[in-house]
């Protein structure tokens, strides 16, 4: 709040509080302190999150609604000017890329804070309107041929559209030292940093570990469909689960314990004497400007529980869309699309699970957050398209293993969901009241 809006409000309040110290306040009086407040909170504070911006940095949170409308128009003019309209192909392609640019502009300019401010509030907001742009391209795959779909994918580069080798890692399962060397490629390297990334987002020791060994036992499930899901025992649990995995889960945990232990004192650039303090201070500016530890607590309450299991299925459609969709669109799992893909989803889930622990652990939240419902969306479309596309792909049945495991593992969590939350407490209540009449 500027200095004049605060002299405005004080003013209004020793006004009032002289002059009908006795009578007390009028009606039009209330109204006007009302609407000062009221409207000082709306500009100033979120339904969800409230934070505080670096006064010596004032001037990057400003609205440069104006500059950067003249920019757009400059541009535009630079372009129908200066541009070759000749080549067809490439105007398109550019005019796709000056679309969404455009949007993610306007997205900034336009749509409400998330609940981070670092490394500033209009980052944010430009990744919220990369993910409605992708889920308006997932949309409009969704209406596509699955032939259709796959030379839409030559668009972006014209060596796709063909076949693709998928290989198995599981020809030769004999646990010796040759078979664990042939077995450590590039995507071990990817798994730890997979799960470094998931730690960071997560927040949680016991989550990430039932997670990480939940999609191995997805891996096992799917092997039938996706013949790179098809690996040893040993590629499963040591290599996976108990190398790369519990690497990246143990220095993703021990960054979150680091920001969880931080003294996080925001002094200004201008208090800074030095040059080093500066630059440490402009460095910092891309760190957390808080951090908040997840304490799921799934056991608690129902809404718990059942925010818990959603939780953990939005996980794992994150992970396993990936391998289906370069699966049927024919897509390489090392292609740049397929590693912009878990990117985005990264800078989306970030704020998403924020908004979503939020939601789940706070009572008086009643709304989840734009961030949150947006990547909601584009896994249930993502999930939608493979649903399409899949037709016809996997003609082999489930086998019956996997069936009856994953009909136990569901009947466990019913029946536990069921005692927890239903009979447990009906038996423990008369017990207590019992306890408390006779003392």
């Keep these: 709040m500027s200095n004049s809006e605060k002299s405005a409000i004080h003013s209004l309040t020793t006004y009032v509080q002289q002059t009908h110290s006795k009578n007390g306040l009028s009606l039009h009086q209330r109204r006007a302190l009302a609407a000062a407040e009221h409207a000082r909170k709306a500009r100033h504070s979120s339904p969800m999150f409230h934070e505080s911006n670096d ?4 001037f990057f949170y400003h609205p440069r609604t104006l500059s950067v409308l003249i920019a757009l128009l400059a541009g535009f003019l630079y372009v129908a000017l200066f541009v070759d309209p000749s080549n067809d192909i490439l105007n398109t392609k550019w005019g796709l890329v000056a679309l969404c640019f455009v949007f993610v502009v306007v997205s900034i300019v336009l749509f409400r804070d998330g609940p981070f401010i670092r490394p500033h509030p209009a980052f944010w907001r430009g990744v919220l309107g990369l993910n409605v742009l992708y889920e308006m391209f997932l949309v409009f795959l969704l209406f596509q041929s699955k032939q259709t779909g796959r030379q839409i994918m030559k668009f972006f580069d014209p060596e796709l559209g063909t076949v693709l080798p998928e ?15 042939n077995g450590i490629d590039i995507f071990v390297l990817a798994h730890s940093v997979g799960w470094f ?3 960071l987002i997560i927040r949680n020791h016991t989550m990430c570990w039932i997670l990480s ?3 191995e036992l997805l ?38 314990e680091y920001f969880k232990m931080k003294t996080y004192t925001w002094h200004g650039i201008r208090e800074i004497r030095s040059i080093k303090g500066k630059l440490s201070r402009a460095g910092a500016q891309f760190t957390p400007h808080s951090w908040t530890v997840y304490e799921w607590a799934p056991t608690r309450r129902f809404k718990n529980f059942a925010g818990f299991i959603i939780f953990a299925v939005l996980i794992m459609l994150a992970e396993l869309n990936v391998f289906y969709i370069k699966s049927l669109l024919w897509i390489p799992p090392e292609h740049p699309l397929v590693i912009t893909r878990l990117l985005l989803l990264f800078l989306f889930a970030l704020p998403s699970v924020r908004e979503y622990y939020e939601y789940y652990s706070n009572p008086r939240c009643k709304r989840m957050g734009a961030h949150c419902w947006m990547l909601i969306a584009t896994l249930l479309t993502e999930l939608l398209i493979i649903v399409k596309f899949a037709r016809g792909e996997f003609a082999d049945p489930f086998p019956t293993p996997v069936v009856v495991f994953w009909s136990l593992l569901t009947s466990a969590l019913v029946g536990f969901s069921l005692w927890q939350f239903v009979v447990a407490p009906r038996l423990w209540l008369p017990a207590k009241s019992g306890r408390t009449k006779a003392e």
């Design 197 to 199: 990334v998931k730690a």
């Design 167 to 181: 290989r198995s890692y599981g020809d030769d399962c004999a646990l010796t030292l040759s078979n664990l060397r």
């Design 219 to 256: 891996e096992y499930s799917l092997a039938h469909q996706l013949p790179n899901f098809n690996e040893c025992w040993w590629d499963h649990w040591i290599l996976d689960v108990f190398v790369c995995n519990w690497l990246g889960i143990y220095i993703g945990m021990k960054w979150c």
């Design 213 to 215: 060994i939940t999609f």
């Design 55 to 58: 006064p010596t940095l004032e």
